[in-house]
């Protein structure tokens, strides 16, 4: 069984330009969020999704950064005009309703 | 909205100690508690989860324990190995969120 999938695994970018870091969830699962870990760090909550409800887009830290989910499944984060400070690792986890989240590799985006 | 403390942040064991750390949350509500291994350039997975109805839970080295009264909980190694070597998260979704809020984690060092 497919875990959960990102793309790509890496992204240099160079500043000011959009980029779009996209994930496919396991199968099923309901829940699908998005974190960032900037090096050395935590891991900082961006957005999640659950089902058809609207989204919990408390943790974007500008109107730069965005996500859908499609059809309950595939998400995208869209970056606009990328800034230094965006060069991180931005992980994309899906869980069942309550329960484990299971993590993607990353996708590790550098803005030079 | 939940706010999860975990300590220490960086703990250097000799092979074959045991290895202990602690995180404290502040929603009393919350009631679902993983915690999560990252080594070295790879994702974060879960090893351990305990729930608030009960006060321990085991899994061969690896024990977490509960105390819903003081809002805190332990990760307990025993018999650690140099594979045990990664960085630790504990996580606790506020009550009524299934969001994750993860502490910043620790730097567990088992030296052989």
């Known amino acids: 069984g497919a875990g959960v999938s990102q793309s790509p695994s890496n992204k240099v970018t160079e500043k000011g330009k959009d980029v779009e870091l996209r994930c496919d969830p396991i199968?099923?699962?309901?829940?699908l969020y998005w974190y960032r870990q900037s090096l050395g760090q935590g891991l900082e909550f961006l957005i999640y999704f659950q089902g058809n409800s609207a989204p919990d887009k408390s943790g974007l830290p500008s109107d730069r950064f965005s996500a859908e989910r499609t059809g309950g499944s595939v998400s995208t984060l869209t970056i606009q005009r990328t800034q230094q400070e965006d060069s991180a690792v931005y992980l994309c986890a899906s869980s069942p309703e309550v329960g484990e989240a299971f993590f993607g590799q990353g996708t590790r985006l550098t803005v030079v | 909205g939940e706010n999860v403390e975990q300590h220490p942040s960086t703990l250097s064991v000799q092979e074959g100690d045991s290895a202990v750390i602690k995180c404290t949350y502040s929603d009393s509500a919350s009631n679902y508690f993983p915690w999560y291994k990252q080594e070295l350039g790879k994702r974060p997975q879960l090893i351990i989860d305990?729930?608030?109805?009960?006060g321990e839970k085991k899994d061969q080295r690896i024990a977490v324990t509960l105390n819903k009264t003081a809002k805190h909980f332990s990760l307990h190694i025993t018999e650690t190995q140099p594979e045990d070597s990664a960085v630790y998260f504990c996580a606790a979704p506020p009550g009524g969120s299934y969001i994750p809020t993860f502490g910043r984690g620790t730097s567990l060092i088992v030296h052989p």
């Open positions: 305990i729930r608030s109805n009960v």
């Open positions: 199968s099923g699962h309901t829940a």
